[in-house]
């Protein structure tokens, strides 16, 4: 085993370097698959999702790792190269006319398929959202 504090030759150096980015690479790739495999089997959907996640976490330790200093100044570097772009985005619409509309089931469909018991309302539990939609005005004059 070569000890890489006395070594100074700079070609076993580098091959050493590779073989152990190759042991790497193989370790990442065992640890996606075996993330894959525990997601399966604890049922959770998407388990490429998850994959995906380690990956990523893995891709940006790395570049904290090889450059600390970089990944900061980048972002910084980046976010004032931009100016910002007056009038996108959501705009706030404080003259329209708000129209609330509830969506309820008929009395027909409130019975459970599965077992035939009733389907009553989860109290608390709401989905609210927000759209907006063009009106056609005609007029007659």
Do not use: F
Not at 40 to 68: I, S, Y
Not at 70 to 79: K, L
Not at 110 to 117: K, S, T
């Amino acid at each position: 085993m070569v000890e890489l504090s006395k070594e100074h030759d700079l070609e076993t150096l580098r091959q050493i370097s590779l073989l152990l980015d190759r042991e790497n690479q193989r370790l990442i790739t065992k640890t996606l698959e075996l993330t894959a495999e525990v997601a399966r089997l604890q049922g959770l959907p998407n388990p490429e999702q998850l994959q995906l996640a380690v990956l990523e976490d893995l891709q940006q330790r790395r570049a904290q790792l090889l450059h600390p200093s970089a990944a900061p100044a980048r972002a910084a570097s980046a976010a004032s190269k931009r100016p910002a772009q007056p009038g996108h985005g959501p705009r706030q619409q404080p003259t329209l006319p708000v129209v609330e509309i509830r969506h309820e089931l008929p009395p027909s469909d409130r019975q459970c398929p599965a077992c035939g018991g009733e389907l009553t309302e989860m109290t608390g539990q709401t989905e609210t959202s927000e759209r907006i939609t063009t009106v056609k005005l005609t007029y007659s004059g």
